[in-house]
């Protein structure tokens, strides 16, 4: 994916951008999509076999933007409480104490989510739609910004669950790294030979700045066409004749904050339909379901979403 309509780019993205290319080489695609999913106040699923990269970028991102980092191990032996924190008595206080989970952090690893089960992945349900836990009856409220990366192996890999419905939809996009090129892996060993560049990485935004850039995302211009063109594409999912379940009004919510972050990261303070179109298999493709004899025949949802893309009205303003 090569960035379009590049303008004025905000230094402090930039800076973000060329921080994480110093370990992670030929991804500058998903760098840009996953700084793009943490302005707009999202999460991002990565699937992808081992070894491409998944915890290399998260690591990345981490250490760039200086927050507090928690990684999350998922096994099939992992409890909800070892992700939102758990209540312990206090045999000198006579009160019990919270303590808290990993899941308090500003950018949260969220590693091989699909290896432990579907109680514990609802764990992260409210943490991801509303930046709390509750725990025996008491909500605390998570950092700001609260980011996680989950990484997930394919579904064919052996020991994995499937995320439910409810869980994607809480992504604001799924991202997929890919292998490298011959050139691109041959830089990596070059670049990795002798020390490991992620050691030395320092952080180039802060996150009082990098609040700032969020609230500036956030008011990018969106005209009245491009929302009609987002509410339009929704709709044709729900009615697809192959789509068992179409995409969610979050859905569509997720699509309009997320065209509003690419924007601000290539340098434009207004949205143009080249975003909605880029970004609609990233935040759509996860939360449609397909109908089994409809994948019979080979439909998937990024073809069923490229056809919808072709049929639908773009808007002129």
Not at 3 to 8: A, C, G, K
Not at 39 to 48: F, I, Q, S
Not at 104 to 122: C, G, H, M
Not at 203 to 218: D, G, K, N, R
């Amino acid at each position: 994916m090569n960035p379009i309509h590049v303008e004025h780019v905000h230094p402090a993205v930039a800076n973000l951008i060329a921080n994480i290319q110093k370990v992670l080489i030929g991804k500058a695609g998903v760098i840009e999509l996953t700084v793009t999913a943490l302005l707009a106040n999202g999460h991002v699923l990565l699937e992808d076999v081992p070894g491409v990269g998944k915890t290399m970028l998260v690591r990345a991102l981490a250490k760039s933007i200086g927050g507090k980092f928690k990684r999350i191990q998922f096994t099939p032996d992992l409890l909800p409480t070892d992700v939102t924190g758990v209540s312990i008595f206090n045999q000198k206080s006579m009160e019990f104490e919270f303590r808290e989970g990993p899941l308090f952090a500003n950018v949260v690893l969220a590693d091989e989510i699909n290896r432990t089960s579907p109680k514990t992945q609802s764990a992260l349900l409210e943490a991801l739609e509303e930046r709390s836990v509750t725990v025996d009856g008491t909500t605390y409220p998570l950092a700001r910004p609260f980011f996680v990366m989950a990484t997930q192996n394919p579904l064919e890999y052996e020991g994995t669950f499937p995320l439910p419905e409810a869980q994607l939809d809480r992504f604001l996009m799924q991202l997929r790294m890919g292998y490298p090129t011959i050139e691109e892996e041959t830089k990596m060993l070059g670049r990795f030979s002798g020390h490991n560049p992620l050691d030395t990485l320092e952080a180039v935004v802060s996150i009082e700045e990098l609040t700032q850039l969020q609230e500036a995302a956030a008011k990018v211009r969106v005209s009245e066409g491009i929302k009609e063109y987002i509410v339009r594409l929704c709709h044709k999912t729900r009615e697809h004749p192959f789509v068992y379940l179409g995409v969610s009004p979050r859905g569509a919510l997720a699509l309009y904050r997320a065209v509003q972050a690419l924007a601000f990261v290539r340098g434009r303070d207004y949205v143009i339909p080249d975003d909605v179109k880029e970004l609609v298999p990233h935040v759509f493709a996860h939360r449609m379901i397909v109908k089994p004899e409809a994948r019979l025949d080979g439909a998937t949802a990024d073809r069923i979403l490229t056809v919808i893309l072709a049929e639908t009205r773009v808007p002129v303003n």
